[in-house]
């Protein structure tokens, strides 16, 4: 299935754990840190993007700087269990998608019409294909490459409804 961002309440709802999504369009990567500054700065209002229908992945990009251009050499998935101390939060300023490895907490999920991505950790060169270009960093200064926020477009972006919103997780036990 083909996936442009951002995403809609209903690109949401029609996606089933199991789907295999191709993504194109633009993303934020985030991790730790970052989860807490856009956590700090949107309860002042003071967020400098939108995150409405955004997709936030869960990676450190390893980054090359050609001239004055920025390029992602590798772009693997970080454990975004992590991250779920923020999830909530997150969701409620408009995300709708979370691309990680090894699941998250499904319930905000559920309740805020959103949808897990997984993309294999270890493949972090696949990931960086898919990485057309780099469209701004955020806090790159204060908080160095792995963490600060990259804009990335990306085409054909290759992920797996890994918990979608009706709160079904492939991680779940049964």
């Known amino acids: 299935m083909e996936l442009k961002v951002p995403l809609s309440e209903k690109d949401v709802l029609k996606l089933k754990t199991g789907d295999i999504v191709h993504l194109s369009g633009i993303i934020y990567t985030a991790r730790d840190l970052a989860h807490r500054k856009i956590v700090e700065l949107a309860r002042k209002g003071k967020l400098p993007f939108d995150l409405e229908g955004a997709i936030i992945y869960h990676c450190g990009p390893i980054v090359r700087k050609k001239e004055r251009v920025f390029e992602i050499i590798s772009a693997g998935p970080t454990t975004s269990a992590r991250m779920n101390r923020y999830l909530d939060e997150v969701l409620s300023l408009g995300v709708k998608g979370i691309i990680g490895k090894g699941g998250m907490n499904p319930e905000p999920f559920k309740k805020h019409g959103a949808v897990y991505f997984a993309f294999t950790g270890g493949a972090g060169s696949l990931a ?45 036990k049964s």
Do not use: C, Q, T
Not at 144 to 164: H, M, S, T
């Open 128 to 172: 960086a294909k898919s990485i057309k270009k780099v469209l701004d960093v955020f806090w790159l200064d204060e908080l160095g490459i792995p963490e600060a926020v990259w804009v990335l477009e990306v085409e054909r972006f290759p992920l797996l409804v890994a918990i979608d919103a009706y709160g079904n997780s492939i991680y779940k």
